[in-house]
């Protein structure tokens, strides 16, 4: 039996144990298919859908998961920001007729949530731009990126007021949605690079009409953007997740061709892990980490994960070129890490480290 190199913070049940067994196990399918709803309602089934309430436990379900699939990672994170931003509350007449139709479904996991907020974390002008009308408010403008379009069932939207001082927070029916919102425009899905499973798609409004019913906050940009900002800096738990999978497939492969080097690097990259993965939490939950402590290791978590990635091509050797393999996928999922939830700031830090290396 092939020695395991990494151990859990924390076990998981056995049921969950093997909800991510299956969906680890149909990685490849889901890369080129796109995440089955079923891999969803599975993980709902043994609770491990939406809210996780113990941090340990949230962490080691989040490399796990990302480990097995980052598709299906992705998609089961998206849903927690909406879910959280509905228990927190909103501020408009229909927020809690809202919270009646979409919250309980949420937390169990019967229902999932897609979310579109990336697009307010850019400069420049708004896009989509939010005018408020009678009855409602009028959007303008394009979504680069809905992530769970085609097995979500409410839309989380962000939109920007025009002067960028206001952020207005719908939850929308995906069933019916052009039909509903006249002058929406559903494009159909990305053509990715990574992550192609992830069911990603570009909308477009034409001045199209959100009626207040729909509307569950209007809040200030400002504040929303420095509580983001603080999470966008903190090592990133997925990325650990790709790259401890990466180290057993590394470990696994080299044990099977006899290849003493990859053994031997896999288990130095599964030390380094380990101390990796101890400094990030510690820092996490360490209340006087310095920003600039927490966005060093997210860079340095960033950098190693393509390190595992592609150590473990190298060592598949040329079947690792050809698609449907767990190599080149998680090389290609490594290199979606490198811009998710990215900001300008940790994108400078990313570069600088580059030049560094040099």
């Not at 504040?223 to 990325?239: G, S």
Request: overall charge negative; charged content about 25%.
């Amino acid at each position: 039996m092939n020695e395991q190199l990494i151990q859990s913070w924390v076990p998981l049940e056995a049921k969950l144990e093997a909800v991510l067994t299956r969906i680890a196990q149909t990685a490849e399918t889901t890369d080129r298919l796109g995440v089955p709803r079923s891999h969803i309602d599975s993980l709902a089934a043994v609770g491990a859908h939406g809210l996780v309430q113990d941090p340990q436990k949230h962490r080691e379900l989040t490399e796990r998961l990302a480990g097995a699939d980052a598709s299906t990672w992705f998609c089961w994170t998206q849903h927690q920001t909406p879910l959280r931003t509905m228990r927190a509350g909103g501020n408009q007449p229909a927020a809690q007729d809202l919270s009646d139709r979409w919250l309980k479904g949420l937390e169990r996991g019967d229902l999932l949530a897609a979310i579109a907020f990336a697009h307010v974390r850019r400069g420049g002008p708004a896009n989509p731009v939010a005018h408020q009308v009678d009855g409602g408010w009028e959007l303008t403008g394009k979504l680069d990126w809905v992530t769970s379009w085609d097995i979500a069932d409410v839309l989380m939207l962000i939109a920007a007021t025009e002067d960028k001082s206001k952020f207005v927070v719908c939850y929308l029916p995906v069933a019916d949605f052009e039909n509903i919102f006249e002058n929406a425009v559903v494009a159909a899905p990305l053509d990715l690079l990574a992550m192609s499973g992830t069911h990603s798609r570009p909308i477009e409004f034409d001045h199209t009409f959100i009626s207040g019913e729909f509307v569950f906050g209007v809040i200030d940009a400002h504040e929303w953007l420095e509580a983001d900002a603080l999470k966008t800096v903190l090592p990133n738990a997925a990325a650990l997740g790709v790259a401890r999978a990466a180290i057993e497939e590394l470990n696994r492969v080299s044990i099977n061709r006899k290849q003493a080097n990859g053994e031997e690097l896999a288990h130095e990259l599964a030390k380094r892990f380990e101390d990796l993965r101890a400094r990030s939490y510690r820092g996490i939950d360490d209340p006087d980490s310095s920003r600039g402590d927490l966005v060093a290791l997210r860079v340095e978590i960033l950098g190693f994960v393509l390190t595992c990635t592609v150590a473990v091509v190298t060592a598949t050797s040329g079947s690792a070129m050809v698609r449907g393999n767990s190599a080149e996928r998680r090389v290609r999922e490594a290199l979606f890490l490198q811009v998710q939830a990215q900001t300008q700031e940790t994108r400078d830090a990313m570069l600088a480290r580059s030049i560094c290396e040099l």
